[in-house]
């Protein structure tokens, strides 16, 4: 079957400091990978979409200043949050996609606490 | 404008009674759309899912969903819950299947023995 592996689970940094988060997508080929953050008491934001052999889409408020992404072959997505603050603690889940018509199937997420 | 909305923050049910968990969106296009939940402290696991067809489509669990398009809503049902349900559930709307999903603000379900 599809899965999609997260590392790590859980992170702490302190204020102004990076991490760095990774995806995995095992049983399939992962054409397409999508971060998002999910804030306390609020929804998933999409952060940007990557999509092989084309350039990494950012929404708005999310730069790829802040938030780089690689996505170097079709099973393998990271992402950093550079610089990190309060603001933005949270829920990061990596969403990959197989092809034009499949859903996307998500890790567990990383759950980021900043300091 | 694309866009979810969930108009219930928290619905209560008690075991064994139906459910239906409400959800309307905004996109001129075609919509592709989810029911995902999430369970405490996990991620996300897809319930069902309509590209086309029939407009009732049935999950995992004993879901189903049916799609309107004159109402664009997908609203979500079951005949009757369990309290392993409990849960957040989430509309989300993949505007022209671009990979990108918007999301509605979810639901949470507490299912009350």
């Known amino acids: 079957g599809a899965l999609v592996y997260q590392y790590p689970r859980r992170t702490i940094c302190k204020s102004g400091t990076s991490m760095r988060m990774e995806c995995q997508a095992v049983?399939?080929?992962?054409?397409?990978v999508a971060w998002y953050r999910q804030s306390p008491q609020k929804t998933f934001e999409l952060i940007a979409l990557?999509?092989?052999?084309?350039?990494?889409?950012?929404e708005q408020n999310f730069t790829q200043e802040k938030f780089p992404i690689s996505h170097p072959n079709l099973s393998f997505s990271s992402m950093t949050v550079l610089n990190a603050y309060l603001e933005d603690r949270g829920l990061y889940l990596c969403g990959a996609r197989g092809d034009i018509y499949a859903e996307q199937f998500f890790g567990p997420g990383t759950r980021l606490t900043v300091l | 404008a694309q866009s979810v909305t969930q108009p219930d923050a928290r619905v209560t049910v008690s075991e064994g009674a139906s459910l239906q968990l409400r959800c309307k969106y905004s996109y001129s296009g075609t919509p592709y759309l989810f029911w995902y939940v999430q369970y405490p402290r996990q991620g996300l696991q897809l319930l069902l899912k309509y590209y086309s067809g029939d407009p009732v489509v049935q999950g995992v669990n004993g879901f189903e969903a049916e799609f309107s398009k004159s109402n664009s809503s997908f609203h979500l049902r079951k005949a009757s819950v369990h309290w392993s349900d409990s849960a957040v559930y989430f509309c989300v709307l993949s505007p022209g299947n671009t990979g990108k999903l918007i999301f509605g603000l979810g639901t949470t379900l507490q299912v009350q023995p």
């Open positions: 990557s999509t092989v052999n084309s350039a990494i889409k950012y």
């Open positions: 049983g399939f080929q992962a054409t397409s």
